[in-house]
């Protein structure tokens, strides 16, 4: 029998969240389970590809925008397609607005899964307050809990709800095969950017808070003084990132940053770079971090707030943010002529569960309460 789910958390900027749903999505037989989307932009990521593939999409205004519009919307909205749908499937970063799980329940949809994807998101004293007020009373409405590590359930989930058999843990799984280490494409990337004589310094992720944007900078400056042919490569974009380019600007390195933007060739890029760099402030388990490993890249993230479970390869090394960007430095370029054969690194991140031809499968059989 067809199971039909309502997704939510597919926003306008691509980023982990969005990535791990279409990597499932894209992996899920159409036949067995149909997804549709429920979002809150003008349009959001991948939109012609789900809609291509059967898929419907439909917009939400937003609740710090137009509370009128928003309200009359979710009414409407819930009112006339809830009974189409079989489970909810909520992906999230914060539990400061919860109100799309209580539609969901208020208009009949049984299964509702609440999934998080991040370990931290406080970054006001409201914000805070209203993710554990709604922490307490998460239970009320969702029947199922996801995240995508220990340190994400903890944050998100009571502890009744982490040791239930409704709570499990979602890989942030990937293609492999698509980011394994190919020489040819790293020499084909290189030449292409003119970075075939650089050492390339790599970060992957939105220009916002949470990736400390302005403190990857301040380690790549420090660098630079180590090393004259190093370049940073930044992809992605957000709100922070016109205040990082006038800082690169302002510490005279503007020559040797490179901002790609968005990119779909993400796992070609990281064949190209050396070194995978990731100081952020908060994270889950961050799906560019698998990516990066699977590349057969060192790593080099956040200790003490980027989960060591994060660590598949033995490759990652976990520095402190209280560390000055002088000491990321310098610890980057103590390993900079360390050679790592990038090839063997796919076998173990297969091993620990993170090819998403197997994941799917799991992911599946959870979607239809089959286990």
């Keep these: 029998m067809l199971k039909k789910v309502l997704v939510f958390g597919m926003t306008d900027n691509p980023g982990g969240m969005e990535s791990c749903i279409m990597n499932y999505y894209r992996h899920v037989d159409k036949n067995k389970i149909h997804f549709d989307f429920l979002c809150n932009w003008e349009s959001m990521v991948c939109e012609k590809e789900v809609k291509a593939n059967g898929s419907k999409v439909y917009t939400i205004p937003q609740k710090s925008r137009n509370y009128k519009a928003y309200k009359r919307a979710m009414d409407t909205f819930f009112s006339e397609h809830a009974d189409e749908y079989d489970v909810f499937w909520y992906n999230t970063c914060t539990l400061t607005n919860i109100d799309y799980l209580i539609y969901a329940k208020r208009y009949g949809?049984?299964?509702?899964?609440?999934?998080?994807?991040?370990?931290?998101?406080?970054?006001?004293?409201?914000?805070?307050?209203?993710?554990?007020?709604?922490?307490?009373?998460?239970?009320?409405?969702?029947?199922?809990?996801?995240?995508?590590?220990?340190?994400?359930?903890?944050?998100?989930?009571?502890?009744?709800?982490?040791?239930?058999?409704?709570?499990?843990?979602?890989?942030?799984?990937?293609?492999?095969?698509?980011?394994?280490?190919?020489?040819?494409?790293?020499?084909?990337?290189?030449?292409?950017?003119?970075?075939?004589?650089?050492?390339?310094?790599?970060?992957?992720?939105?220009?916002?808070?949470?990736?400390?944007?302005?403190?990857?900078?301040?380690i790549f400056y420090e660098y630079l003084k180590l090393d004259s042919r190093a370049v940073l490569m930044l992809v992605g974009q957000g709100e922070e990132e016109d205040a990082i380019r006038q800082k690169v600007i302002n510490l005279g390195i503007e020559k040797s940053v490179l901002f790609m933007g968005v990119r779909t060739d993400v796992n070609r890029l990281l064949q190209a770079m050396d070194v995978f760099l990731l100081p952020s402030r908060f994270e889950g388990l961050p799906l560019v971090l698998i990516e990066a490993q699977t590349a057969g890249l060192k790593c080099f993230a956040s200790k003490d707030v980027i989960t060591e479970a994060a660590d598949l390869t033995g490759n990652v090394e976990f520095i402190s943010l209280k560390d000055d960007a002088d000491i990321w430095a310098g610890k980057i370029y103590s390993q900079s002529e360390q050679f790592l054969n990038r090839t063997q690194y796919v076998k173990p991140i297969i091993e620990a569960g993170y090819d998403i031809r197997t994941e799917a499968d799991k992911f599946k059989a959870y979607l239809r309460g089959d286990v």
């Design 109 to 218: 949809i049984k299964k509702r899964i609440i999934h998080a994807h991040n370990s931290g998101n406080e970054t006001s004293m409201i914000r805070g307050i209203l993710h554990y007020v709604n922490k307490i009373r998460l239970g009320r409405y969702a029947t199922d809990f996801w995240s995508c590590s220990m340190a994400a359930a903890v944050y998100f989930f009571i502890k009744k709800q982490i040791h239930s058999q409704k709570y499990r843990l979602i890989n942030n799984a990937i293609s492999t095969y698509n980011y394994k280490y190919d020489i040819l494409i790293r020499n084909e990337e290189r030449k292409n950017l003119g970075l075939e004589d650089k050492y390339v310094i790599g970060h992957v992720g939105r220009f916002q808070f949470q990736k400390n944007h302005e403190f990857l900078i301040d």
